[in-house]
């Protein structure tokens, strides 16, 4: 299909000026080899623990020979339940150079959750950071794992923040050791240390010949009900999405810095923080959560060249009192994905950048888990109000209407589909949604339904308006209100549920849940606390309902559906005198390090490694 497009991938005619290369072996294989041009940059950083390409490589290998010792085999599926931590991208590319398969579980997940993701995959093996141990042990033996590999959140740090960590945390730590080494699954828990330690067993060559074609990694997203699905994504995929973002951005060299504050278990943190940047020789500087209230230390502690986000990581950046009067040349590019960033908000990060001594304009990009997240972006200097940027390289966009393959004028609005090397293969054993998600037109190519609706200029450019299907994005995260009323709908007291978003002044949107009862007089406060504590049990905690509220009957729509957009609007009437209580956002990982530690790094001191 020929569009008359002027961006930097096409010329005036709508051919593609520039088609990229990508390698027939897998994701372990492209950095193996992209390292070999920049051994001595330093690969990542985790709070002063500096460690080299080289080193970097050697520590893959070490953890590859010890998931051969316990016996992984090709096409396994290993499970990685961690925030951004050394072990965890060391987990990562380990377990792909073996040839099995990462899947990717949320540390805050409920214990149920944990559960569905360690059966519908099969999982045999999991790496867990040990703050989580507990929810592993109260479900591990309704699953078919044989060894849980538990990682502390200090292990990689340097020997005088490891002191302070486990002087600040010595009871939390205690008990949550306690916890794993004295349970009934005891026998089952190996730290990280000692498993490392089982690769000296394993002295044979290590293949590492997978194809492009292999699934690398599984994420999880709501497919098109709602209910966590697994997007199994292929070498290709990932390895295209490297390549991709990193001609898309375009102004980025080897040895920029960029913060990974996206975590790993999230399409953006994996595949924009961690992969990208290891495939152009950069530095991951890895977070294990990300706090508001310590933001402005990390950027003056790291000074990163790079930051990637969603909006209100930005918004919390403007509101830091303590960047007041601080300058940023050393910031060469702000992206912002995961959400919509409204016109408004980007004018005033703009100038905040601008006041702060950084010659850059924030750049909105746009993606989702199913192409293994980012595929639009906002080009250099040439942004467009209320547009979320143009496809990137050897990526098709095209609006059709809803569920069809009949694509709509330049201005007109529908869906927006995708195809390219980064559409997913698939949903993991859910050939229905599959079907229902890819499509192949009569163009031969295969599209990405997104179930989002927007529209394309006659110049290529892409705007994003709104969802098609029923969703609420916080900080980011997308949440599906279907999945949460299923789940509450599923406590023995409720007789239906309804979950809609309400307006939050930081993370945007929040759940609430309506809630009527089986028995009316069962309205207090007992109830509402078996009913939170039966949704923290079976959710995800950044999924959590913010707020609920009973009521005697739900409004209905004339076919006696659930009309949810006049719940709504009634919330949105409230939303003027809605009080929220203080909130630090420590959702996108697990609260594991105590914002005072921050104050301790000294990122100057190389450690032993570098000397």
């Not at 051994?39 to 893959?60: A, D, E, R």
């Not at 010890?66 to 965890?88: D, Q, R, Y």
């Not at 009871?171 to 949550?176: D, G, L, Q, S």
């Not at 999924?543 to 709504?568: H, Q």
Request: charged share 25%.
């Amino acid at each position: 299909m020929k569009k008359k497009i002027k961006t930097p991938w096409y010329d005036n005619y709508g051919n593609m000026k520039k088609h990229l290369e990508y390698p027939n072996f897998s994701v372990y294989k492209l950095i193996e080899y992209t390292s070999s041009k920049h051994l001595n940059n330093i690969s990542y950083n985790y709070y002063g623990t500096k460690v080299t390409y080289y080193q970097f490589l050697k520590q893959i290998d070490e953890a590859a020979r010890a998931f051969k010792a316990l016996g992984i085999k090709h096409k396994e599926i290993v499970s990685i339940c961690m925030p951004n931590t050394p072990e965890a991208i060391i987990a990562f590319y380990a377990i792909n150079k073996i040839g099995a398969i990462s899947n990717m579980i949320h540390p805050l997940s409920g214990e149920n959750e944990i559960k569905d993701f360690l059966n519908n995959s099969n999982s045999r093996y999991i790496i867990v950071i040990d703050i989580a141990l507990e929810k592993i042990d109260n479900i591990v033996n309704n699953t078919k794992i044989k060894n849980i590999i538990s990682v502390s959140v200090d292990n990689s740090m340097p020997n005088p923040l490891k002191i302070a960590y486990r002087t600040m945390n010595a009871y939390k730590t205690a008990v949550n050791i306690y916890k794993a080494f004295n349970s009934k699954n005891s026998d089952l828990v190996i730290k990280w240390n000692d498993f490392i330690k089982l690769g000296r067993r394993y002295t044979k060559e290590i293949e590492d010949n997978f194809s492009e074609k292999e699934i690398a990694t599984i994420l999880y997203s709501g497919g098109t009900s709602g209910a966590p699905k697994g997007v199994e994504l292929t070498n290709l995929n990932v390895n295209a999405l490297a390549m991709q973002s990193f001609e898309a951005v375009a102004n980025l060299r080897e040895k920029d810095k960029v913060l990974a504050i996206m975590p790993i278990f999230h399409g953006f943190g994996l595949g924009v923080c961690i992969h990208t940047v290891q495939y152009f020789g950069g530095t991951s500087i890895l977070l294990p959560q990300f706090s508001a209230k310590t933001f402005d230390k990390l950027i003056k502690k790291y000074e990163p060249n790079v930051l990637v986000g969603v909006p209100t990581l930005y918004e919390a950046l403007l509101k830091n009192k303590n960047m007041n009067n601080y300058e940023m040349p050393f910031l060469k590019c702000a992206i912002s994905g995961g959400d919509s960033l409204s016109i408004e908000l980007k004018r005033k990060i703009d100038n905040f950048f601008k006041s702060h001594g950084a010659n850059i304009q924030i750049r909105e990009g746009y993606g989702l888990t199913e192409c293994a997240s980012a595929s639009c972006l906002t080009p250099v200097n040439s942004y467009r109000e209320g547009s979320i940027g143009i496809p990137y390289p050897d990526t098709y966009y095209k609006i059709v209407e809803p569920q069809t393959e009949k694509e709509l004028p330049y201005g007109q609005e529908g869906e927006i589909v995708i195809s390219g090397p980064t559409v997913m293969h698939g949903y993991l054993k859910s050939r229905k949604e599959t079907r229902e998600t890819l499509k192949k037109h009569k163009d031969g190519r295969i599209w990405l339904y997104t179930g989002d609706q927007g529209l394309m200029d006659k110049d290529g450019f892409v705007y994003y308006k709104q969802r098609i299907k029923r969703m609420i994005v916080s900080s980011g995260y997308c949440i599906y209100p279907q999945y949460i009323e299923n789940v509450i709908d599923g406590h023995k007291d409720v007789l239906m549920s309804c979950v809609i978003g309400i307006s939050h002044p930081y993370k945007v949107q929040v759940a609430k849940a309506f809630i009527v009862l089986k028995d009316p007089s069962k309205e207090n406060d007992e109830t509402l606390q078996s009913i939170k504590e039966h949704c923290e049990k079976n959710l995800s905690r950044f999924s959590w309902p913010y707020e609920y509220e009973f009521r005697d009957e739900l409004p209905k729509t004339l076919v006696g559906k659930v009309a949810y957009n006049v719940l709504i609007h009634e919330e949105e009437a409230k939303n003027k005198n809605r009080v929220f209580e203080k909130d630090d956002s420590k959702t996108i990982t697990m609260e594991v390090i105590s914002d005072d530690i921050i104050d301790k790094i000294d990122d100057e001191k190389p450690n032993k490694e570098e000397k």
